[in-house]
């Protein structure tokens, strides 16, 4: 597969993207007024952006990591040369120890490997409790992860480990310019071989998460750019991890989603980073993610919001302000 035939990169720019902002601008002109802005409790408790929608969250005690892909290792993607489905898996052990610590639970949003592929180091080397999808599970499985850490969930469930309440918002995988994605596969049983390469994680379903620690701030995790808007209305996090798109092919994404989650405090952008260069590096850009306009398209239909722009260096707080 070519970088061209890797469709979720190629996207019409330019005038759609102005017509997209234009429309949430007069989207949010027509809306009724919007509550009275929220404000995000401050409290003992760190954030650290592990890139792509990756996030290590460490709060009353424990480290609960949600997306973590680490290692990071070139596909080609954002090369000229062009992406490799048949690349390779693998894991860096040392450099995921030291980012990602001893997490006792680990949220997958999908199985593709950019949210995947260090989950079943992690699992085995710290028998931390996985969340995820039935072909998450699967995969683990094959993967040598013990299945009685897994637990499987479609979207609904409200779970509470010790204090940490995971609700789990059924959702959709980002499209591209031709409303299609990569590796559309679910899995109901274990594969048939051991997972290799990248074309063998496939999407398998998507998951959002809305986490609360201690009664501290709720934050919404997303994996991908698209949503099901009546699995998330009223659901009012605190902050909003939002992912931002490559196309404009899910129409109205932001106004909708900042109205379905009740305009939030806090929305910070994620997946909008070259994920094949290192986490010690600057972060380079995706040059298919469209941050800016997502961000116009926010400051419209949610003025009161803060954006915050992560980086990797950044430890951030309860409330998303930088710790010093």
Not at 85 to 110: N, Q
Not at 124 to 134: D, I, L, M, Q
Not at 219 to 245: H, K, Q, T
């Amino acid at each position: 597969m070519t970088h061209t035939d890797f469709a979720r990169r190629t996207m019409l720019r330019g005038a759609a993207a102005a017509a997209a902002t234009a429309t949430a601008a007069a989207t949010a002109r027509s809306s009724p007024a919007a509550a009275a802005p929220r404000t995000v409790r401050a409290g003992a408790a760190s954030r650290r952006w592990l890139g792509t929608s990756g996030w290590r969250i460490d709060a009353a005690g424990r480290t609960i990591l949600f997306d973590p892909y680490i290692t990071r290792f070139p596909t080609g993607l954002f090369t000229p040369g062009g992406f490799s489905d048949s690349t390779e898996l693998t894991t860096d052990e040392g450099l995921v120890d030291r980012h990602a610590g001893r997490p006792a639970l680990i949220l997958v949003s999908h199985s593709h490997w950019d949210h995947f592929n260090d989950v079943p180091y992690l699992a085995r080397s710290t028998g931390a409790r996985v969340v995820g999808t039935e072909t998450t599970y699967h995969l683990l499985c094959a993967l040598g992860v013990d299945p009685r850490q897994i637990s499987v969930v479609k979207g609904g469930e409200v779970l509470d480990f010790d204090g940490c309440t995971v609700e789990v918002v059924a959702s959709l995988h980002s499209r591209n310019s031709r409303h299609a994605y990569l590796f559309p596969r679910t899995l109901n049983a274990a594969p048939a071989e051991v997972p290799r390469t990248v074309a063998d994680l496939p999407e398998g379903d998507t998951l959002a998460f809305q986490l609360t620690v201690g009664g501290g701030p709720s934050v919404f995790l997303m994996g991908a750019s698209d949503f099901a808007e009546r699995a998330a209305d009223g659901l009012r996090p605190d902050i909003a991890m939002v992912a931002v798109p490559s196309s404009t092919s899910t129409h109205r994404y932001a106004p909708r989603l900042m109205h379905a989650l009740g305009r939030p405090p806090v929305v910070v952008p994620v997946h909008w980073d070259n994920f094949e260069l290192p986490l010690a590096s600057p972060v380079r850009r995706d040059p298919a993610a469209l941050l800016e306009p997502l961000l116009d398209q926010v400051r419209a239909s949610s003025p009161a919001s803060r954006i915050v722009v992560p980086d990797y260096r950044t430890q951030y707080g309860a409330d998303m302000r930088a710790l010093r």
